[in-house]
């Protein structure tokens, strides 16, 4: 990748690796080039990318120019270029800086805030800088100061150790979007796990492959969830989930415009999920234009019409809760089950769906004292008639969606039908 081709900055979550994935499944690898720990460079325009629809991505940004790649440079260069931006600005101005992968301390950073700052306000401009406390500004603080508006700025400083870019943020995750989506829904149950909307929007993105570019076509007044529903992707692909509990993976398909289609062993989990999707309907209408949700075994359902399946997205079982590791014998007996369980559903599975659909499943790993131990079916998935996706910027081990003090994690298993 050419550095005058790229445009665009993503800021990665918690686990920079989903994000990648993400990010490279979406748009293709070549489009997309890890930058640092925790960056992506993206060849692709800022507003030609659904950001709302990405799970692993906290941050997205226009690049504005490359830096020298020492502080007391860079700082040198902010003083003398933001007050001739400044100027484009009709009222007044809001400001903060964040860094990423830059050797500076959040005094430092404090303290040449407050100098651009003065070196806007002396060149006759209204400015308000937003206080520095750490190298990164909160997302609250971003979304409260209005800082991806109009008028105002969230400079990103994001280095490698090799080059720095300095970028302008234009989206960033609405954390009480995603709040409102997920804890205010009537039905949840935590015994079977709690699937946060963010990681099932990874899990559908991983399965949904290359999308291209596509434009975000609402306005600024809408809240994510709103502009997320808006956004005009083929509304023909047809998202299979499973093993859909309460509804998440098909709640995150439905406002991406996708058609749903929902199974589940247990009726009460069915019904969950038939009243989440009705709730969602009653705050945005209008989503998808297909969807179909039944009782079914996923060892042994018959999907309606299966040829119409295009992807196929979901959390698997995840076994026995734990919040210890068991002895060895015990562990062995869950992983034993949970295996069985996974083989008798993939070839349940592989004899319905078409040569060359794309499964993300979310299954489970466990943390053991050394190292996550992994389902066995994994080695046998050719045997089965699936090949698992290769990602150019990221390995497949890193694909785990885990936290700490967690025993079961959740591995990203993204496959195609052979």
């Not at 290769?390 to 591995?411: A, C, M, P, S, T």
Request: hydrophobic share 35%; net charge neutral; glycine share 8%.
């Amino acid at each position: 990748m050419q550095i005058n081709e790229v445009t665009t900055i993503s800021i990665l979550g918690r686990q920079p690796a989903l994000g990648i994935a993400e990010l490279e499944s979406l748009y293709g690898p070549n489009n997309v080039e890890v930058f640092g720990k925790q960056s992506c460079l993206i060849t692709i325009a800022h507003d030609e990318i659904d950001f709302n629809r990405l799970g692993g991505s906290v941050r997205l940004a226009k690049i504005l120019s490359e830096l020298p790649n020492d502080w007391n440079s860079i700082e040198k260069y902010l003083i003398e270029k933001c007050p001739q931006f400044a100027n484009y600005a009709q009222d007044k101005l809001s400001f903060g800086i964040s860094v990423y992968g830059v050797n500076v301390s959040p005094k430092k950073l404090a303290n040449t805030a407050l100098q651009v700052k003065k070196a806007i306000k002396s060149s006759g401009h209204s400015v308000r800088m937003v206080p520095h406390k750490a190298l990164e500004l909160g997302s609250a603080t971003v979304i409260h100061n209005k800082l991806t508006n109009g008028n105002n700025w969230e400079l990103l400083i994001v280095s490698n150790g090799e080059k720095t870019f300095l970028a302008q943020t234009t989206n960033i995750q609405d954390i009480e979007a995603y709040t409102a989506r997920d804890q205010a829904r009537p039905f949840r149950d935590a015994k079977v796990g709690m699937l946060p909307p963010k990681l099932a929007q990874i899990i559908i993105n991983l399965s949904v492959g290359n999308i291209g570019q596509k434009f975000n076509v609402n306005g600024p007044n809408l809240d994510q969830t709103a502009q997320l529903s808006g956004i005009d992707v083929a509304s023909s692909v047809l998202v299979l989930d499973p093993f859909c509990g309460t509804g998440v993976v098909l709640q995150e398909a439905m406002l991406m415009d996708y058609d749903i289609y929902g199974t589940d062993l247990e009726p009460r989990m069915v019904q969950y999920s038939i009243d989440n999707l009705n709730w969602l309907d009653s705050r945005y209408p209008n989503l998808g234009d297909y969807r179909r949700i039944e009782v079914g075994d996923a060892t042994k359902h018959t999907w309606s019409n299966p040829q119409s399946i295009s992807n196929v997205a979901c959390e698997t079982y995840l076994g026995k809760p734990l919040s210890t590791l068991p002895p060895g014998d015990q562990l062995s007996k869950i992983m034993q089950e949970v295996n069985t369980l996974h083989h008798k559903f993939l070839e349940n599975i592989g004899k319905q769906i078409n040569s060359g659909t794309r499964l993300c499943l979310a299954i489970p790993t466990w943390r053991g004292k050394h190292e996550f131990l992994h389902l066995k079916v994994l080695d046998f998935l050719s045997d089965l008639g699936y090949n698992r996706v290769k990602f150019e910027h990221v390995r497949n081990e890193d694909l785990i969606y885990h936290r700490e003090g967690q025993v079961v994690g959740r591995e990203l298993l993204v496959l195609t039908r052979s």
